[in-house]
């Protein structure tokens, strides 16, 4: 599949259920959508049939209140055959609750409560070191999530254990949950402050699939001891004029007269 289709098609499917089901986080859904169409198409070493296997590479997808586009990813990629996905979406007692489950095939981590997977990323990283395994880790967080003091410690960890097995994604849409990144705690310099610990990084625009394409493979590869940080420049609600960069897309559910605005722009793009 073309990985270009397949991130409209990730928006598609999470326009879709947020619709159906009246779900909200659509716009850090669709901002991190091209993200996840090049892991899952062209990069990640893992496929439903590999799913437990040792040697797989590792996503913990912090962004767990974006649950719909990891949802609509794994989905397209078979890793649900027998689920209609649509239907089981926050049914009661379903395991496809609004924030990811790892009770999933293909979840690593139960996430959402902001702060924890890079931690862990770290902790499956340096797993795969001392076991001299192959795999790579890789963990998607957002830019509101990085004023969490969990994850300074993480990064600094990392550095430490020289984890250049582990690339992590910043989803910098700018926009977290009261408000602009910048108005609320701002972290720029952030590529400068990463360095200072010790990592790589790349500052890529985020909804180029060649540009992610690349980072993707770039300076983790070096077997230098440095993790590797790809801050990805997105927009919250990408694809969808009236909701790029809206705060309220955070939280608001698309009516009728949204869903189907926003599934002609998408299907015309």
Not at 89 to 97: C, I, L, P
Not at 189 to 206: C, M, Q, Y
Not at 239 to 257: A, C, I, K, R, T
Request: charged residues 25%; glycine residues 8%.
């Amino acid at each position: 599949m073309d990985t270009r289709q397949f991130a409209q098609r990730i928006r598609l499917r999470a326009l879709e259920l947020c619709y159906r089901k009246r779900t909200s986080h659509i716009g850090g859904a669709f901002s991190v959508a091209d993200v996840l169409a090049v892991l899952y198409n062209d990069v990640l070493n893992i496929a439903p049939e590999t799913v437990d296997c040792p040697s797989r590479d590792r996503l913990f997808y912090s962004k767990g209140h974006a649950c719909t586009a990891l949802y609509a990813a794994l989905d397209l990629r078979g890793f649900f055959p027998d689920v209609d996905l649509l239907q089981e979406f926050t049914a009661n007692g379903s395991y496809f609750t609004s924030h990811i489950n790892h009770k999933l095939r293909g979840i690593e981590l139960s996430t959402g409560s902001l702060g924890h997977a890079l931690g862990v990323a770290c902790g499956s990283a340096l797993a795969g070191k001392r076991r001299r395994e192959a795999y790579s880790v890789y963990t998607v967080v957002s830019d509101g999530e990085l004023d969490e003091g969990s994850n300074w410690e993480a990064i600094l960890f990392a550095a430490h254990h020289r984890l250049d097995n582990l690339t992590m994604v910043v989803d910098f849409n700018k926009i977290q949950s009261f408000g602009s990144v910048a108005e609320v705690m701002a972290l720029e310099p952030l590529a400068e402050k990463l360095r200072a610990f010790n990592w790589h990084v790349s500052e890529i625009d985020g909804h180029s699939i060649p540009e992610i394409d690349a980072a993707m493979r770039g300076p983790g590869r070096l077997g230098d001891g440095k993790p590797h940080c790809v801050i990805a420049d997105t927009i919250k609600g990408k694809g969808v004029s009236f909701m790029e960069n809206q705060l309220s897309w955070h939280y608001q559910s698309p009516g009728e007269d949204d869903y189907a605005a926003a599934r002609a722009e998408l299907e015309a793009g």
